[in-house]
């Protein structure tokens, strides 16, 4: 199992920022590649949404309602990818979740190499109050 830590979320007025973090870990062995990395939401009521996604060579693509305004960059030597929210709105107000696909590790005991797919972080709440 890959596990996904999330950090940054809160409570902020609109137009403010927040920085999501997420960092990729194995626990027994090492991660060696990620393929994908990103940043999706779900609103209430509402069906879960990619937000932005970063490859592995460091391409981009985010959702129409967050260009220009939110940016993710990955660290590959981390296994981390963070997420910069500039400009908030309301609607932006979410749980968001991180997701890594396509992951390249090497776990400690027989076996080599394997790729393990599609994980999710626990969730991180934002709120951006009017």
């Known amino acids: 199992q890959v596990q996904l830590v999330e950090s940054g979320g809160g409570l902020v007025q609109a137009g403010g920022s927040l920085r999501l973090s997420c960092a990729a870990s194995v626990a027994s062995g090492r991660i060696f590649s990620i393929n994908a990395m990103g940043w999706y939401r779900q609103a209430p009521g509402k069906q879960r949404e990619l937000v932005a996604q970063?490859?592995?060579?460091?391409?981009?693509n985010y959702a129409d309602s967050v260009k220009g305004r939110f940016t993710i960059t990955g660290d590959n030597a981390k296994n981390t990818v963070y997420l910069q929210m500039n400009s908030l709105k309301p609607e932006d107000t979410a749980v968001y979740y991180c997701?890594?696909?396509?992951?390249?590790?090497?776990?400690?005991?027989?076996?080599?190499?394997?790729?393990?797919?599609?994980?999710w972080g626990q969730g991180t709440q934002v709120t951006v109050s009017s």
């Open positions: 970063v490859m592995n060579g460091g391409s981009t």
């Open positions: 997701n890594a696909d396509r992951v390249l590790t090497r776990r400690t005991g027989p076996g080599g190499p394997r790729y393990e797919y599609d994980f």
